[in-house]
């Protein structure tokens, strides 16, 4: 407190009174923060003991939720209309709370408690349907879709990990091997990922770095589809307005700094 008085310049007892309901906060942040870490501690204990991974010695199921938009599929060189096709859903799934281990449904269940009993029970692969929030209609996955998952997987895990999900073990090395082939021209797009989707062809886009209108330097980006040449005519200074204006077909969008600069001009 004497240093910080001497950069200061202010008495002691002055900086003492600034300081002490700043001391105060801290130490009352630092006891809440330790009591939910012993929470969270606890709530894995429990987790662990009630519903261990039926995989590795170390993971709890960790279910999880959220709103979902599954594009339907996608169609090469279909109209430029800039609407992808698909459905919004509510799934439930569950996978381990270890970084390092597979386990996961790779189905949707209906609700966090199936999500978890499936999980619990091993039962990764029990197919179940996505089922639309408006209609109530229920969506299977496609075989093309499946193979999608396995690909997705295959992405981060050995062909022997994979099958211990429960997919078709022959399908999985079928998959991993052309994976292995294709992976020079590494041409397959998620089924699910919609980053980046090209608006004309599905395919995936690619960032390309582009001459800033206003320094006359690289560092503004725009998205390119390498596929059909599809890209926006503008480019924006930061990765994300490029993406976004690229996924939602705003090809001949300009960037908002450029609006605004011609607003106040
Ligand atoms: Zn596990
Ligand atoms: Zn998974
Ligand atoms: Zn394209």
Redesign the pocket.
Known sequence: MESVAKQTGLPVDIVRQINEPIAKRLAEQDAVDAAERSMRKAEAKIMREQYPCPLCSTGHAEPHDCDTFLPLGFIHGGERDGQMDGFWCHPYFC?CSNQRC?A???FPSKSREEAVERFCAGDFAHEDDFIELKTGKRYHYSQYGIEQ?IL??LAHWSAEQVKR?GFDPKLVDTLAMQRTLDRMGDKYVDVFDTTLLCPNCGMKGEYRKAISPITHTKTWWRVGCPYCKTRTRYSFPSQREAAEKFESAQLDTKPSILNEKSLTA
Do not use: E, G, V
């Open positions: 996978s597979i996961c449904n790779i998952q997705r997987h999900l």
